[in-house]
């Protein structure tokens, strides 16, 4: 049969991602026959539990399924407490491996996914190398979550490290971004509709517009969250990957080398900035206390975890430029932020006026064209045109053209972490971050920390519950331009 055959070993299967996201995850596949019987999971932490109370855990995480079949699903799963630097435990956890493999009759492909705190990533990678975990006569594959790196320096030295147990096609670099439906739609409604591929360059757009923006505030993640900040939480990876897949060339053919090729041209053509010019091209804000959906909410300065003189932004709006053919003198905007307005993550591409106004809507403003691709909650586009009034004479009106995915399909569309799952049982590396693009997303991140360490941009504090500082409005209406829609 055709079924990816594959042990997996879930580094921080205590975690919270284990039990919110993966364990889910994985038995949708199952659910959904995508994976076959042959499949087994070796949940690893420090804790001392047994293979019933990760078991239980999973039931836990599976309480609206139909119990059967997570009785049979969970009967695949076994725990191994970990020293993650003790080499016994990776001779232990071979060992297991080699039973189960026997077992279930998968043939020593192993997945290992590493979800548990970051600065064991490298420290489990050499090991696994050095016991000869990673040595199995089928393939082996690294999945990886972020953060990867904190910043350059840390991110290369993360890389050599894993380097050492797996080859650059072995790993697979988790931007959940890329495991969205509307981002993976991002190229087909480019690339599959003649009538946009044409205007889709300097002389037809003036500008693009992502943003992200959430309802919630850090939450429990204090402790993380005040060493990365927007910038290092968002920015770095979901930002970058939207904005490059927006920009990138047509591949050759839809194979993952030629699709990373051209997003990596984009990352090299981003404008370098300097240090002195950050204040100009990039906002930083955190939030105060406000209202959202009419609930008090305190400022981050107050949360839990977090230092009462906190600088760290929870908010990012920057200008990028991409020195290229297709987009010089194009900027895209991007912003992200939390205690926002609303949750969502929305692109507007705003097309170039007519040479000549010939017509008028009511308010003597004719509207911009613009291309909403709704990435979530929502999930299509919206092409906003302009239309004759009806009974006026010369009078336009604003028209909007929505289409949405609707609302069955999208209930059963793969989540994000099941897409990126599977594709890496079946061995398709396309919608994970290739090393070059996280370095040259570093690159240009770590030049904005640096400004920010320096002491060359303002925090702007935004109350809760808004769509963040007035500097991030000004960053476009100095340009001539404002975010879409007027919220
Ligand atoms: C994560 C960040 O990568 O993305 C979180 O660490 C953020 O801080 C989350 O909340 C947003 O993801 P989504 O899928 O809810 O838009």
């Known amino acids: 049969s055709n079924y990816p055959k594959t042990t997996m070993v879930i580094f921080g299967a205590t975690g919270d991602l284990a039990k919110r996201k993966l364990f889910p995850s994985i038995f949708r596949l199952y659910k959904a026959g995508k994976i076959s019987n042959e499949f087994a999971v070796v949940g690893v932490a420090r804790r001392q539990w047994s293979d019933e109370t990760l078991r239980e855990v999973i039931s836990e995480s599976l309480k609206d399924e139909d119990p059967k079949l997570v009785e049979e699903f969970r009967s695949h799963f076994y725990y191994l407490a970990f020293d993650v630097t003790n080499k016994e435990s990776y001779q232990k956890l071979d060992l297991m491996l080699s039973k189960l493999e026997e077992k279930y ?89 003649a009538i946009f591929e044409p205007l889709w360059n300097n002389q037809y757009i003036s500008n693009v517009q992502v943003t992200s923006s959430e309802v919630l505030g850090v939450e429990d993640r204090g402790g993380y969250y005040e060493h990365s900040g927007a910038l290092r939480d968002m920015v770095q990876n979901h930002m970058l990957q939207m904005v490059s897949l927006l920009a990138m060339d047509p591949p050759i053919r839809l194979t993952t080398n030629e699709i990373r090729s051209e997003k990596i041209k984009v990352f090299r053509a981003l404008r370098k900035l300097s240090l002195d010019q950050i204040q100009d091209y990039v906002v930083r804000g955190q939030y105060g206390p406000g209202k959202v959906k009419g609930k008090e909410v305190t400022g981050y300065r107050s949360e839990k975890n977090v230092d009462p003189e906190s600088n760290t932004e929870t908010f990012v709006a920057a200008k990028l430029l991409i020195d290229n053919h297709r987009w010089a003198g194009v900027p895209f905007y991007i912003r992200t932020g939390k205690r926002m307005k609303a949750k969502s993550t929305k692109i507007v591409i705003e097309f170039k006026n007519r040479p000549m106004k010939l017509y008028y809507s009511e308010n003597d403003e004719l509207k911009a064209n613009l291309l909403e691709i709704n990435i979530q909650p929502d999930e299509g586009i919206t092409l906003h045109l302009n239309g004759k009034k009806v009974g006026s004479s010369g009078r336009s009106i604003p028209v909007e053209l929505t289409y949405s995915n609707d609302s069955d399909a ?7 972490y099941e897409r ?68």
């Open 105 to 193: 009759n998968i043939p020593g492909n192993r997945i290992f996914y590493m979800a548990m705190s970051p600065q064991y990533f490298g420290t489990i990678a050499v090991n696994l190398k050095q016991e000869k975990v990673t040595d199995t006569n089928g393939w082996t594959r690294l999945m990886i979550e972020k953060p990867f790196g904190h910043d350059l320096p840390s991110a290369q030295k993360l890389n050599n490290e894993i380097r050492e147990a797996f080859s650059e096609n072995e790993i697979y670099r988790i931007d959940h971004y890329l495991g969205k439906e509307m981002v993976q739609n991002i190229e087909v409604i480019r690339f599959a509709n």
């Open 420 to 487: 990126l799952i599977y594709d890496c049982m079946l061995g398709d590396a396309t919608n994970f971050a290739h090393w070059d693009e996280v370095d040259l997303s570093w690159t240009y991140i770590d030049t904005i920390s640096q400004a920010w360490s320096n002491g060359h941009s303002d925090l702007a504090i935004y109350e809760s519950g808004t769509m963040g500082p007035q500097a991030s409005d000004d960053l476009l209406s100095k340009d001539g331009f404002q975010w879409w829609p007027v919220v």
């Open 410 to 416: 999208s209930a059963n569309t793969p989540e994000a």
